[in-house]
């Protein structure tokens, strides 16, 4: 039988015809060896990898992922669901959790759903592309849909929130700890009337944070806090929150948002009303975007730890991704800092200073 005839000189265009065995036959390695150096997980020294690359390249080999995924029953892609893309923490999570994908050995393919469009009308679409996982962020899905996923043992992990009593993993920092950090800060330094401004009423992120500050006060026999409907996590509805509560004869001397950019719209109302920060109102936010280090707000703030969430999550993953096993929904809570800027002052070391001045 005449054997195939391989080109041998120079860097060849890519020919379809070149398999993996002709790239093992002229390094005299067997075809599994080939497979390991294209894989991203796989055991194999450096020098194997780099031979098999250069050899590869040599003869025009290119591996077919779609068709080793067909032999694998594996993609190596991890789709992530975003719905929110505006408010400037999710694009943070968005590149910390694309490094920690392909740091795992994985590919991402990210889906933002259209305006008005649900998360569920996207799914069927994300399933068609056999992901190995699904990492939800800014979004949910219902339970008909995350049995779907459990059916076709597809591990799904919540992002920055989870749902109770829907049966996907869930990886979130401690909102409720945050809260009441919050509340301790404001109440130690000083601060009487206290406000908390919040955004989704159905977001566990919103409820748990309003939860953990209220509860808080209420053990520190604080009774004089107000509670603002901002509606949503926005500038605008923490910019349109601080007017009506900065407008008010009394007005509060502390204002805690659900996150940062509500925080921003807030610090902005203030100096637009004459008012300032922190001279008139202290003000606190959620998250530690970058924008919150800036000096034009230099927010007071919890900071999320996005990237050991991450890699939390890519954890979780590892336990329940393989496929045949399954693993029992697990939620993680991972606690924040509060990092002090100078959105907000100690109002009881002014006045003892003020005091002992006088």
Known sequence: MAKRAIPKTGTQKINAQVTAQDVARTLGVSQSTISRAFSMTASISEEMKLRVVKAANKLGYQPNVIARSLITRRTNMVAIVMANLVDPFYPVVL?????????????????VPSAGEKIDDIMPNLLQYQVDAIILTSATISSAMARICAARDTPVV?????????????????????????????????????????????????????????TRLKQLKITSCVQEDG???????????????LRQAVRPDALF????????????????????????????????????ALPSYGLTTIRQPVREMAKTAMDILGLAGQRGMRSDPT??????????????????????????AA
């Open 95 to 111: 590149d910390e959790l694309v490094q920690q994908v392909q740091a795992g050995g994985f590919q991402t393919l990210l889906f």
């Open 257 to 292: 948002f659900a996150s940062d950019v509500m925080a921003f719209g807030g610090m902005d109302a203030a100096r637009e009303i004459g008012l300032s920060v922190p001279g008139d109102v202290s003000i606190i936010g959620y998250d530690d975007v970058p924008m919150a």
């Open 158 to 214: 919540s992002f920055n929130r989870y749902v109770p009593g829907l049966n996907i993993h869930a990886v979130s920092s401690d909102n409720v700890g945050g809260g009441r950090q919050v509340a301790d800060y404001l109440v130690a330094t000083g601060h009487e009337r206290l406000a908390f401004i919040s955004a989704q009423r159905d977001a566990t992120t919103n409820r748990d944070r309003r939860s953990g500050f209220l």
């Open 331 to 356: 939620t993680r809570l991972i606690p924040g800092t509060l990092i002090t800027r100078s959105s907000t002052m100690n109002r009881r070391a002014v006045s003892h200073l003020k005091e002992t």
């Open 231 to 245: 509606g949503e996590f926005s500038y605008e509805a923490g910019y349109a929150a601080a007017k009506r509560l």
